[in-house]
């Protein structure tokens, strides 16, 4: 059984920073991929950044050039580093991995951006 554990949400100003971590518990595996999502009130969940067991990102155009994702040193943890944050940033944020016929999803880390 995994189990994805969020942390580093909270309440940040229009502008600042945030750091969110995923950490898996369980059985450790090989990842295909993981990544980060998030779900907005009344939006659909959407995909915000992944990266691949080889290391290949990918951003939504929403977070291009402010938000980085990257591994840990230990196996399968991966960072969302969030700069410049806006107020439509403001969403539940949700970790995610994927394996060849699972995918498995964090509980979710509150993300709230004040103007």
């Known amino acids: 059984q995994v189990q994805l554990v969020e942390s580093g949400g909270g309440l940040v100003q229009a502008g600042g920073s945030l750091r969110l971590s995923c950490v898996p518990s369980?059985?450790?595996?090989?990842?295909?991929?993981m990544g980060w999502y998030r779900q907005a009130p009344g939006k659909q969940r959407e995909l915000v950044a992944a990266?691949?067991?080889?290391?290949?990102?990918d951003y939504a155009d929403s977070v291009e050039g402010r938000f980085i994702i990257s591994k840990g040193n230990t196996k399968n943890t991966i960072y969302l580093q969030m700069n410049s944050l806006k107020p439509e940033d403001t969403a539940v944020y949700f970790c995610?991995?994927?394996?060849?016929?699972?995918?498995?999803w964090g509980q979710g880390t509150q993300v709230t951006v004040s103007s």
């Open positions: 369980g059985i450790v595996v090989n990842f295909n991929s």
């Open positions: 995610n991995a994927k394996l060849v016929r699972t995918t498995y």
């Open positions: 990266i691949s067991l080889g290391g290949y990102t």
